[in-house]
C-alpha cells in the first residue's frame, strides 16, 4: 500500500471590492479593450483597507475545513503560499493557526511567488507520504494590491487579491495513477533570471517595494516552460496531456494559458480559467481555480487534475492530482 495526500476539502474567499478594467482609465493612459486583449483579465478583487493576505487566507481555510467536514483541531499542519504576508514575521500561517483556534501542530510559510501554491502541494505531499502529518491545511492567500505601483500601466492593471485552501489527507492507494491524490511533482527554479520580476522593497531597503516586471521576459518564459514542467511532472507517472481531465493552471494571463493548453494538446474545454474574474492572484490563483472548478460543476471526484504556474525568482513547477 502507499500513501497518498488525497484533496479532502476545498474553499475560497474573495474580498468584496470589484474592480473593472475601466476604472483604471480615468487615472492612467490604459483602455478595457487593451487589457481584455493583452491579458483576458476583466476584473479583479481587491482588499477593504486593514484587510490582511491572513484575514483572507482564514476566510479561505475556513470554507476549506466545513467543505472537508473537518474542524481546525484535526489539522496537523498548515502551509501558506504567500509573498505578501501581514507582516515580515511571524509567517501568514501562524496568524491563520491562531485565528482558526489551532492550538496544536504547526504552520509555516512558502515563498516561490506565483509558484507558491505548486511548492505547498509538493511539501504537503512530502509531509504526509513521510508520515509527519496526516491532515495539511495548504493556503495561497496574497494581497499584491499592497505590493502595485499605480502609475506603472505595465502591472498595475494585471493584479489581484484573493485566497483558496485545500485540505490533504494521508490516505492508502495502491501505488498506481488511478490513485486519487498527489500523483507527482515537479519543481525547478532559476534565480538568475531575478530582474525580470521582482519586489524593489523589503528588509534591505526598510520599505515594503513595488512589483517590477519586465512582461514580455516573463511571458517567454513561461510559455517555455510551463508545458515542461507539466509533462515532467506526468512523465514521472506514465501519462500524458491525453490523460488529463483539467488543466487547472496559475492565472496570469489568458495568452499563456492558451499556450501551454496548446502546447499539451489539451483543449481549451478542459482548462479551468478565471483570470477574466480575478486577475493575477499570484499564489491564491491555483486554489481559487480549483475552488471555482469544483463550485462550477467541472472538475469530479476521480478526475486527472494538472496545476503548473510560474513566477518570481524565476520559480516554476506542476503538480499532478486525481481529485
Ligand atoms: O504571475 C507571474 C508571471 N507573470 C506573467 O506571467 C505576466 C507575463 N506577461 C504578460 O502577461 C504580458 O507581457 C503583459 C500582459 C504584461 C503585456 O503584454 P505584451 O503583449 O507583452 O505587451 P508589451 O509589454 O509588449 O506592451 C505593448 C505595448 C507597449 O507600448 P509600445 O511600447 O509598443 O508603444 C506598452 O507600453 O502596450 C503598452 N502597454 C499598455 N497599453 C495600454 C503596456 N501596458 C499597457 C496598458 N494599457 N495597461
Redesign the pocket.
Known amino acids: 500500500m502507499t500513501v497518498r495526500a488525497v484533496v479532502r476539502g476545498v474553499g475560497h474567499y474573495l474580498p468584496e471590492r470589484v474592480v473593472p478594467n475601466s476604472e ?1 482609465e480615468a487615472t ?4 478595457d479593450e ?2 481584455k486583449s ?2 483576458g483579465i476583466e476584473r479583479r478583487h481587491f482588499a477593504a483597507e486593514g484587510q490582511t493576505t491572513s484575514d483572507l487566507g482564514a476566510r479561505a481555510a475556513e470554507a476549506a475545513l466545513a467543505h472537508a467536514g473537518l474542524g481546525a483541531e484535526e489539522i496537523d499542519a498548515i502551509i501558506v503560499a504567500t509573498s505578501t504576508a501581514d507582516l515580515t514575521f511571524p509567517s501568514a500561517a501562524t496568524m491563520i493557526q491562531a485565528r482558526l483556534g489551532m492550538t496544536r501542530g504547526f504552520a509555516f510559510d512558502v515563498q516561490a ?2 509558484a507558491g501554491f505548486v511548492f505547498a502541494l509538493a511539501n504537503a505531499n512530502a509531509l504526509i507520504v513521510s508520515g509527519q502529518a496526516r491532515r495539511v491545511l495548504v493556503i495561497g492567500a496574497e494581497t499584491f494590491s499592497r505590493l502595485m505601483d499605480w502609475t506603472d ?3 498595475c ?2 493584479f489581484g487579491d484573493g485566497a483558496g485552501a485545500l485540505v490533504l489527507e494521508a490516505q492508502e492507494g495502491a501505488g498506481t495513477p488511478e490513485d486519487r491524490g498527489i500523483l507527482a511533482t515537479d519543481l525547478n527554479s532559476d534565480g538568475r533570471q531575478k530582474d525580470i ?1 521582482y519586489v524593489d522593497g523589503g528588509v534591505s531597503t526598510g520599505t515594503t517595494g513595488h512589483l517590477r ?1 519586465q ?2 521576459e ?2 517567454r518564459h ?1 510559455v517555455e516552460k510551463l508545458a515542461e514542467t507539466a509533462h515532467a511532472a506526468l512523465d514521472k507517472v506514465g501519462l500524458s496531456g491525453a490523460d488529463v481531465d483539467w488543466i487547472v493552471p ?1 492565472q ?2 489568458i ?2 494559458i492558451e499556450g501551454t493548453a496548446k502546447r499539451m494538446q489539451v483543449p481549451m474545454e478542459r482548462v479551468v480559467v478565471t483570470v477574466q474574474d480575478h486577475g ?1 492572484t ?1 499564489a491564491a490563483s491555483i486554489p481559487l481555480a480549483l475552488s471555482v472548478g469544483v463550485a462550477r460543476g467541472q472538475i469530479k471526484p476521480g478526475d486527472l487534475v494538472v496545476t503548473e ?4 525568482g524565476l520559480a516554476w513547477g506542476a503538480v499532478v492530482l486525481r481529485w
Open positions: 483604471f492612467i493612459d490604459t483602455s487593451w487589457i493583452r491579458s511567488v506565483c500601466r505595465g502591472t492593471v494585471l520580476l516586471m512582461g514580455k516573463v511571458f513561461a496559475h496570469a494571463n495568452r499563456i493575477n499570484s504556474a510560474i513566477g518570481g
